[in-house]
């Protein structure tokens, strides 16, 4: 059973939270895409853990965790981060293994990535982490992948800077290092799941470009970058949060905006803690778009959503979405694909009234007050998706499940 968690949105919606819970009933954790630019955080009692290239899986004593195939990854990044875990008790010795067909990320391409940005027309407010050149580097066939540090003939024509960096972590990685698709032939009918990075909207082909990353966020590169054929996806869950995030540049058709919506963006903003894991950047806050949650389902075949951050709305007097964009005199309700459409359009807003209370002790969906619930199932009608989990707080234990997602009916 291959299961696929997803962003549904801008990326930042909880993905590693979510990975984390489910993680307990899963036998392997993979991430497919991505690099350092991800952020994922866990919190599991008093310990926050920050995670860039290891998959959420790592906290779980035992569990083995995959970086895959379509990630990108900076190999000093990710030792100093595995340091980290060590240091905060983590025993991950003989569970971290490396697709060998991911590509590397060499130090002059982080270089590259922030004099690019400097020269781009339309900056895009990168994380600087090298990501984008080195995907490209991958595209014109001049990057570097795992395997080809053991490959005596591309070794020896290397430059020399390239050896030079990468000697220190060759002996290191060998032993990591693993052939994915014949290693997940021998995970046939286990649990795994799989873990994606960013989200949808910033995904190459689906995503709000040029405002976007560089890889795949969309559920199919579970099977592009996890090292499985298309057919052996089981289950799609996107994670979504009650209101809309965006770090960096690019369109945003429901951001808050202070003539109309006062303080609310600040409220959003302290109350969800809404600063990047990665670059500590001030997210960008907005209504939950539902235009664009809909395109996300659709697009990712999303079987379950998963909300999260529901609590920061638990003082609101009023809760809303956006369902629909009016643009000059037209309303559109299919997720455009024009920048300029998108920052000209005007959200459409429909109210809820807010539940006024805590929700972080709910256990069940039966807990919750009767607004919360209308809010959620406005959300399912909309989308014509169920939303199976629900996160009321960023702790592990602040998230209950409606269905088994395990199984397959
Ligand atoms: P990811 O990139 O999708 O894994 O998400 P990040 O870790 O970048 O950002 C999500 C932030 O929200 C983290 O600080 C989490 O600890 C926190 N978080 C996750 N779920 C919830 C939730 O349901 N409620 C609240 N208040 N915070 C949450
Ligand atoms: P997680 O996995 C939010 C954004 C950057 C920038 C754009 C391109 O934590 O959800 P890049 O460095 O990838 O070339 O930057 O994409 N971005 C993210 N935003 N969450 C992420 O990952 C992101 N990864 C990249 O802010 O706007
Ligand atoms: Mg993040």
């Known amino acids: 059973m291959n299961l696929v968690v997803i962003g549904a949105q801008w990326g930042d919606e909880g993905k590693g939270k979510i990975v984390d819970f489910l993680a307990e009933d899963s036998e392997l954790i993979s991430r497919f895409s991505g690099g ?10 008093e310990t926050t853990y920050k995670l860039h290239l ?22 000093q990044s990710m030792f100093e981060e595995l340091a980290t875990l060590t240091e905060q008790g983590i025993d991950w010795e003989g569970r971290v293994f490396i697709s060998d067909r991911a590509h590397l990320v060499l130090p002059d391409y982080k270089a590259e990535d922030i004099e690019l940005e400097k020269k781009r027309f339309n900056p895009i ?12 580097h991958k595209s014109h066939r001049d990057g570097i992948r795992i395997a080809d540090m053991y490959d005596s003939n591309i070794w020896s024509r290397m430059p020399e800077s390239y050896r030079t960096f ?45 405002f976007v990353s560089s890889g795949y966020s969309v559920a199919a590169g579970a099977s592009v970058g996890g090292g499985i054929g298309p057919r052996e996806i089981d289950r799609v869950l996107g994670v979504f949060k009650a209101y809309s995030t965006r770090v960096g540049n690019g369109p945003f058709p429901s951001e808050f905006n202070s003539e109309r919506d006062g303080a609310t963006e600040e409220m959003v903003r302290e109350l969800g803690r809404e600063y990047g894991v990665t670059t500590g950047r001030a997210r960008r806050c907005g209504y939950l778009d539902l235009v664009a949650l809909k395109y996300a389902c ?53 109210t809820f009234k ?56």
């Open 54 to 75: 290891i998959p959420s899986g790592i906290i779980y004593p035992g569990k083995k965790v995959i970086l895959g195939t379509g990630m990108v990854i900076d190999p």
């Open 298 to 350: 659709r697009v990712n075949s999303i079987d379950s959503l998963v909300l999260t951050h529901i609590d920061v709305y638990d003082d609101f007097d009023e809760v809303s979405v956006c369902v629909a964009y009016e643009y000059e005199g037209e309303t559109i309700t299919d997720f455009p694909s024009s920048i300029e459409v998108m920052d000209g359009a005007v959200p459409v807003i429909k």
């Open 125 to 136: 407010g990168t994380t600087g982490r090298g990501i984008g050149v080195t995907y490209a």
């Open 36 to 45: 350092a630019n991800a952020g994922h955080t866990i919190v599991t009692g």
């Open 166 to 210: 990468l000697e220190p972590f060759k002996a290191r990685i060998e032993k990591m290092k693993i052939n994915l698709v014949a290693f997940m032939a021998e995970y046939k009918g286990k649990k795994v799941l799989f873990e994606g990075a960013q989200g949808i909207l910033l995904d190459l082909d689906a995503g709000t470009y040029p």
């Open 354 to 409: 807010g539940w006024n209370s805590s929700l972080k002790e709910s256990t069940d969906y039966s807990h919750l007050p009767e607004e919360a619930q209308k809010y959620i199932e406005f959300i399912e009608e909309y989308t014509e998706t169920s939303v199976d989990i629900i996160s009321v707080g960023y702790r592990r234990s602040e998230t209950f499940i409606r269905k088994d997602l395990w199984t397959r009916s």
